[in-house]
């Protein structure tokens, strides 16, 4: 559908000034040109925005102003953006390499969903592995019933098929909002390629009881209470295959 399709990465930070640069780097310095690119901040005060400000020549759309919290922050960047594919790349995440906005680009015709696969990284900027969940072969809306194997800052959607986070969620209303996308995608093009290096930690690891809570309660909503007992069973022992393998129950 699409020879040069436009990329809207959408940013979102509040008080992040260690690692806002990394994000914005990886962004800015992309082969591909065809990229709006959108930060949302909260109304940093510990310089994140004064170095945000040092590649304004470079950044379509900067807003910073109070929220209420960082999914009411991802909507207004969503609100705003005019792409044909929205990714979510929050302070700290990066895009793989220079050449993945590219690379995706070539992949892209007729895809309503394009996704990938991510390295973890850690706060000095190293690779430590990949995911626990493994990426499907093919995607589609049923595809999260054994935990979201794709992560938020590697699946672009198109634009018209991105509805707003919805704001009951506090934790997990990213998995609610690729899921709701992915029931009316009809082709989810999986890129075959690593597309983002996620930082390890975030708001869902810090309170990581909660977000279970809310993962069960959103997965129970489209899947049904009965199979979605037996998908967190199945879910549970994979995670102990995993740690007696690892040692280390990375996502």
């Known amino acids: 559908?699409?020879?040069?399709?436009?990329?809207?990465?959408?940013?979102?930070?509040?008080?992040?000034?260690?690692?806002?640069?990394?994000?914005?780097?990886?962004?800015?310095?992309?082969?591909?040109?065809?990229?709006?690119?959108?930060?949302?901040?909260?109304?940093?005060?510990?310089?994140?925005?004064?170095?945000?400000?040092?590649?304004?020549?470079?950044?379509?759309?900067?807003?910073?102003?109070?929220?209420?919290?960082?999914?009411?922050a991802m909507n207004k960047g969503l609100a705003l953006a005019t792409g044909d594919y929205v990714l979510f790349l929050n302070s700290g995440?990066?895009?793989?390499?220079?050449?993945?906005?590219?690379?995706?680009?070539?992949?892209s015709e007729g895809a309503d969903i394009l996704y990938g696969e991510t390295f973890l990284i850690n706060d000095q900027r190293e690779i430590i592995g990949e995911r626990r969940h493994q990426v499907p072969a093919h995607f589609n809306w049923k595809s999260f019933r054994y935990g979201m194997n794709i992560c938020h800052q590697a699946i672009y959607v198109k634009r018209t098929l991105a509805e707003p986070y919805d704001l009951q969620y506090t934790l997990c209303a990213d998995i609610d909002w690729v899921i709701k996308a992915a029931k009316k995608a009809n082709i989810c093009v999986n890129a075959h390629q690593h597309v983002a290096r996620y930082l390890v930690?975030?708001?869902?690891?810090?309170?990581?009881?909660?977000?279970?809570?809310?993962?069960?309660?959103?997965?129970?909503?489209?899947?049904?209470?009965?199979?979605?007992?037996?998908?967190?069973?199945v879910i549970a022992l994979?995670?102990?295959?995993?740690?007696?393998?690892?040692?280390?129950p990375a996502d």
């Open 93 to 107: 995440d990066e895009l793989y390499s220079k050449e993945t906005l590219a690379n995706l680009a070539e992949v």
């Open 201 to 233: 930690g975030g708001m869902s690891k810090q309170k990581h009881r909660e977000s279970l809570k809310e993962r069960f309660i959103i997965f129970q909503k489209y899947y049904g209470t009965i199979p979605n007992l037996f998908n967190h069973l």
């Open 1 to 72: 559908m699409y020879n040069n399709p436009t990329f809207s990465i959408i940013t979102v930070v509040y008080n992040n000034v260690r690692d806002i640069e990394h994000t914005i780097k990886s962004v800015v310095n992309q082969t591909y040109k065809h990229i709006e690119y959108i930060i949302i901040d909260g109304v940093s005060t510990d310089g994140t925005l004064d170095l945000i400000k040092k590649y304004k020549s470079n950044i379509d759309i900067l807003v910073s102003e109070k929220d209420k919290g960082i999914y009411d």
């Open 238 to 248: 994979k995670m102990m295959v995993f740690r007696i393998k690892n040692g280390n």
